[in-house]
C-alpha cells in the first residue's frame, strides 16, 4: 500500500466565504468546490449505458462535494487514488485536479474507459485507466472512491466492490442507497473497519433504459467513508 504523504504543503485556502484549494497543477490558483463543481459537468456521461452494469452518473455537485471533503480530510493531495469502477472517469478526474500524486481508474466496460481517456486527455490530466473485473484488481492506494452498483439489477452487486475496496485500502469513499446505510456500518464493522462519516444526498434518476417507467426517479443516495 502506498506511503501517505503530508499535505500541509499546499494548504486549504480561504476566498471570502468560499472555500478553495492550491493544487500541485495549479499553484497560482485558488480553487473553490464551485469550480470543480463546474470542471467536473464536462465529464461525458456513459453514451450507451449498460443496465445489467447500472451505469448511471454521478452528479457533478455530488461528486464535488464528496471529492473536496476528502481532500480536506487529506485523502487526496499527493496521494495514490483509485477510482473502482470508475465509469467515465468523473471521480478520478477530480482527484487529479485536487493534487493526487497518483490516479487509476478501473472498470469493465470498454465503452467507458474510452469515454473516461478522452476526458482525462482533454484536462490534460496524466490518469491510468485499466479495464478490469473488480475481482483481478491487485493494485493498493491510500484512498479509494467508488459509485458501485446499487443492487438493482442484480442483489448485492455492491459487495465485492466494498470487499475490493477494503482489501486494497485504507481509506474508502463509497456511494450506496440511503436506505442500506445499516447493512453497510454493520458490514464493513464485522470486516474490522469503521464508518467514519455519512453524508445522504438527493439523486434523480434519469429516464435510462426501457424499464424505466418515470422520467425522473427521486431517491436518497448516502456517501460513506470507510477506515
Known amino acids: 500500500m502506498a506511503a501517505r504523504i503530508p499535505t500541509a504543503l499546499f494548504p486549504l485556502q480561504?476566498?471570502?466565504?468560499?472555500?478553495?484549494?492550491?493544487?500541485?497543477?495549479?499553484?497560482?490558483?485558488a480553487m473553490k468546490k464551485r469550480d470543480l463543481e463546474i470542471a467536473l459537468e464536462k465529464v461525458p456521461p456513459?453514451?450507451?449505458?449498460?443496465?445489467?452494469?447500472?451505469?448511471?452518473?454521478?452528479?457533478?455537485?455530488?461528486?464535488?462535494?464528496?471529492?473536496?471533503?476528502?481532500?480536506?480530510?487529506?485523502?487526496?493531495?499527493?496521494?495514490?487514488?483509485?477510482?473502482?469502477?470508475?465509469?467515465?472517469?468523473?471521480?478520478?478526474?477530480?482527484?487529479?485536479?485536487?493534487?493526487?500524486?497518483?490516479?487509476?481508474g478501473y472498470d469493465i466496460s470498454d465503452k467507458a474507459l474510452d469515454i473516461a481517456r478522452r476526458s482525462a486527455e482533454s484536462f490534460d490530466a496524466d490518469i491510468g485507466f485499466v479495464r478490469s473485473d473488480i475481482s483481478d484488481i491487485d493494485d493498493g492506494a491510500d484512498t479509494v472512491f467508488m459509485n458501485?452498483?446499487?443492487?438493482?439489477?442484480?442483489?448485492r452487486a455492491d459487495r465485492p466492490f466494498l470487499d475490493k475496496a477494503l482489501e486494497i485500502s485504507e481509506c474508502v469513499y463509497s456511494i450506496h442507497m440511503a436506505e442500506t446505510l445499516d447493512f453497510v456500518k454493520e458490514y464493513v464493522e464485522g470486516k474490522g473497519r469503521t464508518l467514519t462519516y455519512n453524508k445522504t444526498y438527493k439523486y434523480d434518476i434519469p429516464h435510462t433504459f426501457s424499464f424505466h417507467t418515470k422520467e425522473r426517479h427521486r431517491v436518497d443516495i448516502v456517501v460513506v467513508n470507510i477506515r
Not at 476566498?15 to 500541485?24: A, D, F, K, N
Not at 480530510?73 to 482527484?95: H, Q, R, W
Not at 458501485?148 to 442483489?155: A, K, L, M, N, Y
Open 14 to 29: 480561504m476566498e471570502g466565504t468560499g472555500e478553495g484549494i492550491i493544487t500541485p497543477q495549479g499553484l497560482h490558483r
Open 46 to 104: 456513459f453514451d450507451d449505458p449498460d443496465p445489467a452494469l447500472e451505469q448511471y452518473p454521478t452528479p457533478a455537485v455530488i461528486a464535488a462535494d464528496i471529492l473536496f471533503h476528502a481532500y480536506r480530510n487529506g485523502d487526496v493531495m499527493g496521494m495514490k487514488v483509485i477510482d473502482l469502477g470508475c465509469g467515465t472517469g468523473i471521480f478520478s478526474i477530480g482527484a487529479h485536479m485536487l493534487g493526487a500524486g497518483m490516479t487509476v
Open 148 to 155: 458501485p452498483p446499487f443492487g438493482c439489477q442484480t442483489r
